[in-house]
């Protein structure tokens, strides 16, 4: 898109004041990228349809940077409620996109976003049907937020629920953990140290669609561990259910970079944010031919068996060290803070 | 991880651990000094994994831990007056006596995480309108940093840069711990990176008059399984010595740079240590001639000095004479969301370890 055809440098007040200026900065930009048979109708919302059971999931995205190594906030809020949908066993159709943008944003970030939240779309197949665009005070806002709420179409074959976990069901996760919290953590103001750890975000829907439909209901549950990272995310699971849960520390998939990463900065990667990382709780009958379906798929290349359910230790999720050694795995409480020595 | 995963190998530790098993006949107390070495111990579960007859007792070295109330309410006052206060990460949790760091931030001060001081003269060249003022908090280990700033900014003639310094020494706190009638510890395991800063010389004195092992260990698995080992070694054979576990690191005359650094700017003077007290000669202060870096002289500060919570036991905890399980509070009134005392809340805190990891827990 030609900035110079826009006929404006910076977003102002008056982008979101409902009149011209906002027409023009839709019209420009918004309807201009994202045309679709459903927002060319320019109306106050969109009618759709959608077959059978409908899974609804809704995110904000507030990310500092807003531009990082692997993406930004765009493709983040795309992949992000995608995922959230995707996770529910259900195929994800539309998003509704609601931007906050801070007065003073430069058109060309915002041009930016769009691009990246029009092609995060478009690989995972979603349509943007309707939306929202307001301008708030210099000061009362950071850059942009961005709201996506996803509608997808439960999968015929899905039943997704942690209350068909049983004693003996694996745990599995399809690649890396920790990438998104230290790519944006290598960006931070302050922190920035160099690397070229990317973000993992990235749309995981295909691969959880293609799961279905080989293994159907012998798939127990989908979880992907966003914020408070791999950690948190088991203890939840466990706590839910009254089940215990045991890993092992060296079946984590963690790239030799990132875990770098954290130990320079006092981290543990097990709380550490991610955006393209999933678990997959099966029945034991079908692991292996899960790990080699995962595998075999692009968002998958290193699916790892991490662990099991167990009646053992209800609630508490034990981790087995790399040196034999065992201890719990407690929720993160806070953010993860940098380390004095 | 080169001089990572080696340190982290199955195989190696079992090995060692089996040394252990094989080698002990008696009962033996072992202190870790720093809580880098507690949380190791704890987070790879070594401590299910050694004979019964070894007890590890939890040691002061958790620099957070340690750091007076008043000081944490000292730097929070500093924020509401519109200061700029940058800190390490893992203090801004810590409970002062109204207040964290965090809650203050909340309510508008102005609080930078930093990794690196020297960013805080960096901060305050930025902001010259503002006063910026560094919580260097630590042990021998940080003190050659947050010295380097000072210099940094008196080179840089940054004059809106100082510091609030709470800088401890790990030999007297190993005195004061010895000299308490209800001590028994056998051994101790030194902590790694003081000595990587200071040498290993200044334990000899301790080793001789006390008879006790010390060996100073890393933080890794097999380096603390070694370091156990040769700490029960030598008491099982009844010698006494200063060893070296983590010679990769700490070489026996230390880092003369660093320490030239600390002696610029810092002069040894009594400190207080949360939780265990005043201790004579316990800690650095700064020198007269670097006064006008000194927060605490710079500004006025009021000096309100306020009882700890009655039900926390981190004093105890923190001259090893009581484990963070066998306090009534723990993981009860008292966790990381609402902490009582610092070791809860602390990256190296005794209670936030066994909180966090413990297998204890299960049972």
Known sequence: MDIENIGFETINLGHGSGGELTRNLLDKIIFKTFSNPFLDQKHDGSIVKIEGEIAISTDSFVITPIFFKGGNIGSLAVHGTVNDVAMCGAIPKYLSLAFIVEEGLKVSEFIKIVQSVKKAADESGVLIITGDTKVVERGKGDKIFINTTGFGAVHAKATISVNNIKEGDKILVNGFIAQ???????????????????????????????????????????????????????????????????????????????????????????YVANEGVFLVIVDPSIEQEVLALMRNHKKGKNAALIGEFTNEHPNKVVMQSLIGGKRIVSPLVGEQLPRIC | ??????????????????????????????????????????????????????????????????????????????????????SFGDMIRVPGSKKSLLEAKALGGDLRILYSPIEAVSIAKQNPDKEVVFFAVGFETTAPANALSVLHAEKEGVSNYSILASHVLVPPAMEAILDDKFCTINAFLGA????????????????????????????????????IYLAIKQLEEGKYKLENQYSRIVKTEGNIAAINVIQKIFEIGTREWRGIGEI?????????????YDAEAKFNISYINVPENANCIAGEILRGLKKPNQCEQFGKTCKPSNPLGAPMVSSEGACAAYYHFSNNLIK
């Not at chain 1, 984590?252 to 900065?265: D, G, R």
Request: a negative charge; one cysteine or more.
């Open chain 2, 1 to 86: 991880m080169k001089y990572l995963s080696e340190y982290r190998n199955l195989e190696a530790t079992k090995k060692v651990l089996d040394e252990i098993h094989k080698i002990t006949t008696c009962e033996w107390n072992i202190m870790e000094i720093c809580g880098g070495q507690t949380h190791g111990l704890v987070k790879n579960g070594i401590l299910e994994l050694l004979p019964e007859k070894v007890r590890m007792i939890h040691g002061p070295g958790c620099p957070v831990c340690v750091t007076p109330l008043n000081l944490i309410d000292k730097a929070i006052e500093l924020l509401e007056q519109g200061v700029i206060v940058c």
């Open chain 2, 192 to 227: 790694g990176h003081v000595c990587a800063i200071m040498g290993t010389q200044e334990y000899v004195p301790l080793v001789n008059k006390y008879k006790i092992p010390i060996v100073i260990t890393g933080f890794e698995p097999l380096d603390l399984v070694q370091g």
């Open chain 2, 280 to 292: 004579p000669n316990s800690g650095y202060v700064i020198k007269e001639a670097y006064r006008k």
């Open chain 1, 180 to 270: 998104h919290g230290m790519a944006i953590m290598s960006e931070r103001e302050g922190l920035e140290f160099e690397s070229t750890i990317e973000s993992d975000s990235t749309n995981l829907n295909f691969l959880v669609t293609d799961l279905l439909d080989a293994f159907g209901d012998k798939i127990k549950l989908f979880r992907d561990p966003t914020r408070g990272g791999l950690g948190t995310v088991l203890h939840e699971i466990a706590n839910d259910i009254n089940k215990g849960i045991f890993i092992k520390e060296i079946y984590i998939p963690l790239e030799k970079q990132v875990a770098a990463a954290c130990e320079m900065l006092g981290l543990d990667p097990m």
